[in-house]
């Protein structure tokens, strides 16, 4: 059994790595990736608040100690990604091969090798799909191995805000991810009865009949039942019934 939890850190320096004259186009998130004239990332980030380290315990080692510290930031430079800001869960994939570290602080999630640490996917939820605007993303859950759906904070839907849904599909054969749907939680703020949406978390029993429905909680009270595969509300839980 292994143990990992994150934790936030300082600059997340980037090697210079880049060599040749040739130059590639910067992919979707602006970064030139090796193989270019320039420095990747020119040798930092712009920020005081990037990377984070992931301590890894292993149970079966039998004395409390870290078998392995990572560096988040090392760790997305190395598979050609950006180091993002504040890591916040470690989630595992059902088949314990991956996890998912979510970043409260951007817009972004790394998808980690379980036995490697080392960086496979890179999901990016800025801008997803069109009318798609990503906020911070707190939280989130696998359904099935090979889907991975993002509890945003305060994302936005078709300009809907009070945080959204977004669910990828993960290619882990190629190392990218594909969005595949967003749901938008500020409209079930009416039904609720609360003033306002924020999901934090979400989850379901893999294992069971129902394991496509997922509870969300949300921070403002009250939450929700969707369904991961329709992306839909399939029922809204009223804060009255919560006592």
Known sequence: MLF?????A?????????????????????FIRPGCSSQLAANKTSTPMAGGTLYVHDSAAGAWEWSQIVDLGDAAVAAGCVPRHKPHMVL???????????????????????????VVVCLDASHPAAGVVGGAMHAGAWDGDDHFIIVDMTGSVNSVAGGALHKFQID????????MASLAMGPSASARGTAATKPIAMGTNTLGAYGHLFVVTDAKGAGSIINATSMTVARDLPLTDFG
């Open 4 to 8: 990992l939890m994150t934790a936030s």
């Open 10 to 30: 300082g600059f997340a320096s980037v090697p210079a790595r880049c060599t040749e004259t040739v130059c590639p186009k910067p992919d979707h998130d602006g």
């Open 92 to 118: 595992p994939s059902p088949n314990q091969a991956y996890v998912a570290v979510t970043y409260t602080g951007d817009r972004h999630v790394h998808i980690l090798d379980a036995s490697t640490k080392r």
């Open 172 to 179: 882990l054969a190629n190392g990218v991810g594909y969005h």
